[in-house]
Nanobody
Framework: QVQLVESGGGLVQAGGSLRLSCAHSGRTFSSYAMGWFRQAPGKERDFVAAIDWRGSVTYYADSVKGRFTISRDNAKNTVYLQMNSLKPEDTAVYFC????????????????WGQGTQVTVSS
């Protein structure tokens, strides 16, 4: 069973930065594609970013392209989301997710989910 634990969320002013981390419990982390999603209050869950098992292929939502960077360290079983130039509209609960196979942008394609970490951006 895979367990994912996010950390790094918090309160930040607009224009600031945060780095989210997602620790994967399994020994086979390097075989999973990883994704980040977010859900704001009253809204549906949205795709943010995804990365393949090697870290060589990445996808981003248009709304975060150029501001967010997804990366992974397979030696540490961890995936990261570096968030720069944060905006109030980035406020949401951020979730990481894992799937076997190539990365996807649809949440339904992922098999395992973390519990989420809150990111709040004040104006």
């Amino acid at each position: 069973q895979v367990q994912l634990v996010e950390s790094g969320g918090g309160l930040v002013q607009a224009g600031g930065s945060l780095r989210l981390s997602c620790a994967h419990s399994g020994r086979t982390f390097s075989s999973y594609a990883m994704g980040w999603f977010r859900q704001a209050p009253g809204k549906e869950r949205d795709f943010v970013a995804a990365i393949d098992w090697r870290g060589s292929v990445t996808y981003y939502a248009d709304s975060v392209k150029g501001r967010f960077t997804i990366s992974r360290d397979n030696a540490k079983n961890t995936v990261y989301l570096q968030m720069n130039s944060l905006k109030p509209e980035d406020t949401a609960v951020y979730f990481c997710a894992a799937r076997g196979g190539p990365p996807r942008t649809g949440g339904d394609d992922y098999d395992y989910w973390g519990q989420g970490t809150q990111v709040t951006v004040s104006s």
